[in-house]
């Protein structure tokens, strides 16, 4: 006789299988609210999440509802990131919601932009926290899938461009609901690493929700705290995501962010041909151009007849002295001739002149006599002839009167 379950023992065994599945335990669902209950009370959610064909019951927890930054209601399509297990009182599976986000152009829009405004509130996408995107790199980290075509593009085009770059790979998912948290971990562990001067982070193309994973916080935070430049090549060109703008650099696509990652190095390889040769050139015009000026000075008779220009000196110096002797002597000459007459001029003015006429000097204590006031009778006055020096007595002292004929 087979075992007799209770119904207890029985919800509690279906609930454990699915408990166990490692899908049902986490995974994003997409469907429309119905039947939406908010319990003031304990602050838990309640409703139906349905589709065109079936419905399941839901129930998000007010520790998990805190955290929305919408209000959710009956007819709003949403995407959930759940798990699926059975209340066993009832007897009844439903989904355990973890995270709801609005789907929809509106929805989904609406979400990402108060998402946008809360990471730009934290300067998560500041250009003066940009960090510039080394010129030269020789190894480069990845962060993607291993399996992805995105991988492969970028190793193409970097092998291209650069044969000798090296590659460091972290394999991460790049959709569903363990995505953000493995692509931030490669972010992390590559900066850990610490041997990589760039690193790319992205994908291929997909829907819109394939990109969700890249619109996530844990993956603009990362890229924000990373120390390395960081480059986002996420989707196709006109696929934009919330880590495009937290990235220092944004490619279109996974092989433009290859091209922006390493330089050109055949490019380069010519580029730096060209410059030989330009240089080779250039130093070929300077060496014809001396080459030639020396030829040239070579030609000169100095270098045939060198005593010639020694002769051609000599008889220009010969004739600098003759002009500077001639020079001296007029010179010599004149200032002869002017001190002469200098001398004759200041001779007719000397006072010995004027005595040889019968004039005197007369002085009172070595002060020149020029008027009568400074003499008085009995006062001793010297006398300064031409041919002698007297000394006299002051007698008598009588104004005369002259007068001119």
């Given at each position: 006789?087979?075992e007799?379950?209770?119904?207890t023992?029985?919800?509690?065994?279906?609930?454990?299988?699915?408990?166990?599945?490692?899908?049902?335990?986490?995974l994003?669902?997409?469907?429309e609210?119905?039947g939406?209950?908010?319990?003031q009370?304990?602050g838990?959610?309640?409703?139906?999440?349905?589709?065109e064909?079936?419905?399941?019951s839901?129930v998000?927890?007010?520790?998990?509802?805190?955290?929305?930054?919408f209000?959710?209601?009956?007819?709003?399509?949403?995407?959930?990131?759940?798990?699926?297990?059975?209340?066993a009182?009832?007897?009844?599976?439903?989904?355990?919601?973890?995270?709801?986000?609005?789907?929809?152009?509106?929805?989904?829009?609406?979400?990402?932009?108060?998402?946008k405004?809360?990471?730009?509130?934290?300067?998560?996408?500041?250009?003066?926290r940009?960090?510039?995107?080394?010129?030269?790199v020789q190894?480069?980290?990845?962060?993607?899938?291993?399996?992805g075509?995105?991988?492969?593009?970028?190793?193409?085009?970097l092998?291209?461009?650069?044969?000798?770059?090296?590659?460091?790979?972290?394999?991460?998912?790049v959709?569903?609901?363990?995505?953000?948290g493995?692509?931030?971990?490669?972010?992390?562990?590559l900066?850990?690493y610490?041997?990589?001067?760039?690193i790319?982070?992205?994908?291929?193309?997909?829907?819109?929700?394939?990109?969700?994973?890249?619109?996530?916080?844990l993956?603009?935070?990362?890229?924000?705290?990373s120390n390395?430049?960081?480059?986002?090549?996420v989707?196709h060109?006109?696929?934009?995501?919330?880590?495009?703008?937290?990235?220092?650099?944004?490619?279109?696509?996974?092989?433009?962010?290859?091209?922006l990652?390493?330089a050109?190095?055949?490019?380069?390889?010519?580029q730096?041909?060209?410059?030989?040769?330009?240089?080779?050139?250039?130093?070929?015009r300077?060496?014809l151009?001396y080459?030639?000026?020396?030829?040239?000075?070579?030609m000169?008779?100095?270098?045939?007849?060198?005593?010639s220009?020694l002769?051609?000196?000599?008889?220009?110096?010969?004739?600098?002295?003759?002009r500077?002797?001639r020079g001296?002597t007029?010179?010599f000459?004149?200032?002869?001739?002017?001190?002469?007459?200098n001398?004759?001029?200041?001779?007719?003015?000397?006072?010995?002149?004027?005595?040889?006429r019968?004039?005197?000097?007369?002085?009172?204590?070595?002060?020149i006599i020029r008027?009568e006031?400074?003499?008085?009778?009995?006062?001793?006055?010297?006398?300064?002839?031409?041919?002698?020096?007297?000394e006299?007595?002051?007698?008598?002292?009588?104004?005369?009167?002259r007068?001119?004929?």
């Amino acid at each position: 006789m087979k075992e007799i379950l209770t119904v207890t023992e029985l919800n509690s065994y279906i609930a454990n299988l699915l408990d166990s599945d490692p899908f049902l335990g986490q995974l994003w669902l997409r469907g429309e609210i119905s039947g939406f209950r908010l319990y003031q009370q304990s602050g838990h959610m309640y409703f139906t999440l349905k589709d065109e064909d079936s419905t399941i019951s839901a129930v998000m927890f007010k520790s998990r509802a805190r955290g929305l930054k919408f209000k959710p209601k009956d007819g709003m399509e949403v995407l959930l990131r759940a798990s699926v297990s059975v209340f066993a009182r009832q007897g009844k599976y439903q989904l355990y919601v973890e995270e709801m986000q609005p789907y929809g152009i509106g929805g989904l829009f609406l979400y990402l932009e108060e998402l946008k405004k809360k990471l730009a509130a934290k300067g998560y996408f500041a250009p003066e926290r940009k960090k510039a995107i080394p010129a030269f790199v020789q190894r480069v980290g990845i962060v993607t899938s291993q399996d992805g075509a995105a991988l492969r593009d970028i190793c193409r085009i970097l092998k291209q461009r650069h044969p000798g770059v090296e590659v460091v790979l972290v394999h991460s998912s790049v959709q569903g609901s363990e995505a953000p948290g493995e692509l931030a971990e490669g972010l992390r562990l590559l900066n850990s690493y610490g041997e990589v001067e760039l690193i790319i982070i992205g994908r291929g193309g997909g829907s819109y929700e394939d990109l969700m994973a890249f619109n996530s916080e844990l993956v603009v935070q990362a890229i924000y705290e990373s120390n390395i430049p960081v480059i986002s090549a996420v989707g196709h060109e006109v696929d934009f995501t919330l880590a495009d703008l937290a990235a220092d650099l944004r490619a279109a696509t996974p092989s433009q962010a290859a091209s922006l990652a390493v330089a050109d190095m055949q490019a380069l390889s010519r580029q730096l041909d060209n410059y030989q040769q330009r240089l080779l050139r250039a130093m070929q015009r300077k060496l014809l151009y001396y080459t030639e000026i020396i030829d040239r000075l070579m030609m000169k008779r100095i270098w045939k007849q060198p005593r010639s220009l020694l002769h051609m000196r000599e008889e220009l110096l010969s004739q600098l002295e003759k002009r500077l002797s001639r020079g001296m002597t007029e010179t010599f000459r004149e200032k002869k001739m002017r001190l002469s007459m200098n001398v004759a001029a200041l001779d007719s003015l000397s006072p010995l002149k004027i005595m040889e006429r019968g004039y005197v000097l007369l002085q009172k204590e070595g002060r020149i006599i020029r008027d009568e006031q400074q003499v008085q009778i009995g006062d001793r006055l010297e006398v300064a002839m031409r041919h002698a020096d007297l000394e006299i007595e002051v007698i008598k002292k009588e104004r005369v009167k002259r007068w001119k004929s």
